[in-house]
């Protein structure tokens, strides 16, 4: 096995409180990096040697990005649908259904063609672990593909049958809850990790706490981990049942009562939060203060898809949260690597600690500050070790 000692590093994130406070910073710092993981971690003047050296020219390091929510397996453009909101109509949902005709349509070389693209986006801005969700074909045939073509790019693949009502059931949601935790589950469960639900009463296309649960404990029987869209259009039934259920994450957390609150602070569910789609809605954005304040992890995530926000870039949420939700840059960047991994259960991402994955980001900065110091630059890039 060949190591490579980084050097050259002004700043490092390394959210190993070990080396003092959640990010666990280190200055003047070093790595080595042994067969894909993290050998030793440190200040430069400990460090051992190595079999090659690479020197970072005095930049800050953290941790690659843990994006928990993405549905990057889709074709078609909800462009005018983004103009129309701009203009004043408001967001609720129904706009996937055109994302649904356009990806059933599309081939599967146009599928894998678009989800590459997007994955490689991310990764030229710090993200090296991705979530990636189904929900755009809504057929058994479609969303077995859906999940299979997601499983090409990553582990962490979601079955989301339960996105919306397709057209075909109008007025028989309960029919098509049948489907998606019987047929539907059976043919994607072998590809997925975690099974998702849109949870909205207030939506006309989404679904209900009992029809989530239907679905959700459908897919836990399964052996798939629990993930829930919660409380993004109204107060509702979903933040209560991703914690009674053990759900890993419930996200968005946009309408949040004072039980909801408690209930997360008092549970192991991450309230994982999508400042890019309040931003391309003009939605309230959450009050990440308000749950941190009370003891809940937070997490931060794109929800990068065509419709409510078509934004791959975790920078940006990390800016929006500071600005716009009361977040420390400190507090923003522990949600974007640590809290993402925990929103996905994962020990071995969103830190840099021996045995973890050697997910590096460069800054082209002297310190992690300037994510949010400086919104909208291309300062950040995943490290690549062979490069």
């Known amino acids: 096995m060949t190591s490579t000692l980084l050097t050259g590093i002004g700043e ?30 440190g200040p430069r003047r400990g460090a051992p040697t190595a079999d090659a050296r690479r020197d970072l020219g005095g930049r800050a390091v953290v941790p690659g990005f843990v994006d928990s929510h993405a549905h990057l397996v889709f074709a078609g453009d909800r462009a005018a649908e983004f103009e ?8 609720d949902g129904g706009g996937i259904a055109s994302t649904v005709a356009a990806t059933r349509a599309a081939t599967e070389e146009e599928l ?20 990636v969700k189904g929900g755009y ?41 049948a489907l998606v935790a019987g047929p539907m589950l059976t043919a994607c469960a072998p590809r997925a990790r975690w099974v998702d639900v849109f949870c909205e009463p207030g939506s006309a296309h989404a679904f209900d ?24 259009l109204s107060a509702g039934p979903g933040v209560r049942l991703a914690v009674e259920l053990g759900a890993a994450s419930a996200d968005h957390c946009t309408h949040l009562t004072d039980a909801d609150v408690e209930a997360l602070a008092g549970s192991s569910t991450v309230a994982t939060l999508l400042p890019t789609i309040e931003f391309s809605t003009r939605s309230p954005y959450p009050d990440a203060r308000r749950l941190i304040d009370a003891g809940a992890t937070v997490a931060l995530a794109t929800d990068c898809n065509p419709g409510s926000g078509y934004s791959s870039s ?52 002297p310190s992690y500050l300037h994510l949010a ?8 890039r995943a490290l690549e070790l062979d490069a």
Request: aromatic share 4%; glycine share 10%; net charge negative.
């Open 12 to 41: 490092l994130v390394t959210n190993d409180e070990r080396f003092g406070g959640p990010l666990g910073l280190v200055q003047d710092a070093a790595v080595v990096v042994e067969d894909g993981r993290v050998a030793w971690v």
């Open 84 to 91: 129309a909101r701009m203009a004043g109509t408001p967001y």
């Open 112 to 131: 894998r063609g678009t989800l590459r693209r997007l994955v490689a986006e991310m990764r030229a801005q710090g993200t090296t672990t991705v979530e």
């Open 137 to 177: 074909g809504l057929t058994v045939e479609d969303e077995a593909r859906s999940v299979r073509l997601a499983r090409e790019v990553t582990e962490e693949v979601t079955f989301l049958g339960a996105h919306v009502v397709p057209s075909e059931y109008a007025g028989r949601a309960d029919d098509y809850v």
């Open 209 to 232: 706490g009992d029809q989530a649960q239907v679905v959700l404990e459908a897919g836990a029987a399964a052996g798939l981990g629990l993930r829930l869209h919660a409380n993004q």
């Open 314 to 365: 975790m920078p940006l949420a990390v800016a929006l949260a500071v600005r716009e939700m009361r977040m420390t840059p400190a507090e923003a960047l522990w949600s974007a690597t640590a809290g993402g991994a925990a929103a996905l259960r994962r020990t071995d991402v969103g830190v840099l600690r021996p045995g973890a994955r050697a997910d590096l980001a460069v800054l082209d900065a």
């Open 373 to 380: 110091y400086r919104p909208g630059v291309p300062l950040v």
